[in-house]
C-alpha cells in the first residue's frame, strides 16, 4: 500500500463542534487528497494538497478546511458549518510520476454526529 | 466536467461465472483509468490501470478493456469466487500531473457459494 494511515477508524461529533481526521504517509510521497463517501454514493473529493504549504479546494470544500505543514501529515477539520457530516472519509496519496500514478488509500475514518 | 457512471449498480451472480462490469464517461480526452476493489468500511484498492495508449490490463482473473473513442472500460472477471464480493469503482484522471481523479458510484458484487 501507499503507507498511509488514517485515525481515527471511529469519530463522533456533537453539534457545534470542529473536529479533526488525521492522515500520515511515510513514503515521501507529494501528493495527498481526502474524499468523502456516502452510502451507495462513488467518491466525492474535498481537498488536495500537491507540496507542502499549498492545497486546492474539491468539488466539496464548503465546511472542510485543511493544511500541509508537513509532507507526510495532511490533516482535515470538518467545521460546524459542516451541516451534514456524518460519511466515510477516505484519505489517498499518489506515488506519481508520468505515466502509471497510481493512487493508494487508507483504511478510513467513519464520522457520525451525536 | 468529467462524469463517470457505472452499470449496473449491484450484481449477484452464483461462484463460478464469468461477469462484466461497466464503466462510461462523458470526456473521452482521459490521461488514465483505474479500476478499484472497495470491502465494506474499509479503504479501496488498486486493481488495473490502463493508461490512455492502452487497450488492455490483465492481472489474474481480471481484464481491464479501455475505448477512449467511446468513453468505455470494462472489467472483466473470469471463474468468480465468493471472495471477489465487494464494490468495484473505477475512477478516471483527465490530465496529468497530481490532478485528482473522478469516481464513479461503484458496482456492488455478490458471489455466492
Known amino acids: 500500500d501507499g503507507g498511509i494511515t488514517q485515525s481515527p477508524k471511529y469519530l463522533f461529533r456533537k453539534e457545534g463542534q470542529n473536529v479533526t481526521l488525521s492522515c500520515e504517509q511515510n513514503?515521501?510521497?507529494?501528493?495527498m487528497y481526502w474524499y468523502r463517501q456516502d452510502p451507495g454514493q462513488g467518491l466525492r473529493l474535498i481537498y488536495y494538497?500537491?507540496?507542502?504549504?499549498?492545497?486546492q479546494k474539491g468539488d466539496i470544500a464548503e465546511g472542510y478546511s485543511v493544511s500541509r505543514e508537513k509532507k507526510e501529515s495532511f490533516p482535515l477539520t470538518v467545521t460546524s458549518a459542516q451541516k451534514n457530516p456524518t460519511a466515510f472519509y477516505l484519505c489517498?496519496?499518489?506515488?506519481?510520476?508520468?505515466?502509471?500514478?497510481?493512487?493508494?488509500f487508507g483504511s478510513g475514518t467513519q464520522l457520525s454526529v451525536l | 466536467k468529467q462524469e463517470v457512471t457505472q452499470i449496473p449498480a449491484a450484481l449477484s451472480v452464483p461462484e463460478g461465472e464469468n461477469l462484466v462490469l461497466n464503466c462510461s464517461f462523458t470526456?473521452?480526452?482521459?490521461?488514465?483509468l483505474q479500476w478499484f476493489r472497495q470491502d465494506p468500511r474499509k479503504g479501496l484498492t488498486s486493481l488495473l490501470l490502463?493508461?490512455?495508449?492502452?487497450r488492455e490490463q490483465t492481472s489474474g482473473r481480471l481484464n481491464a478493456s479501455l475505448d477512449k473513442s467511446s468513453g468505455r472500460s470494462t472489467l472483466y472477471i473470469a471463474a468468480s469466487q465468493p471472495g471477489d464480493s465487494a464494490t468495484y469503482l473505477c475512477?478516471?484522471?483527465?490530465?496529468?500531473?497530481?490532478?485528482?481523479?473522478?469516481f464513479g458510484k461503484g458496482t456492488r458484487l455478490s458471489v455466492i457459494a
Open positions: 489517498a496519496n499518489s506515488i506519481g510520476g508520468k505515466g502509471a500514478e497510481k493512487l493508494f
Open positions: 513514503l515521501n510521497h507529494d501528493a
Open positions: 494538497s500537491q507540496i507542502v504549504n499549498d492545497f
Open positions: 470526456d473521452s480526452a482521459i490521461y488514465n
Open positions: 490502463i493508461q490512455s495508449s492502452q
Open positions: 475512477a478516471v484522471k483527465t490530465y496529468s500531473g497530481n490532478t485528482p481523479l473522478v
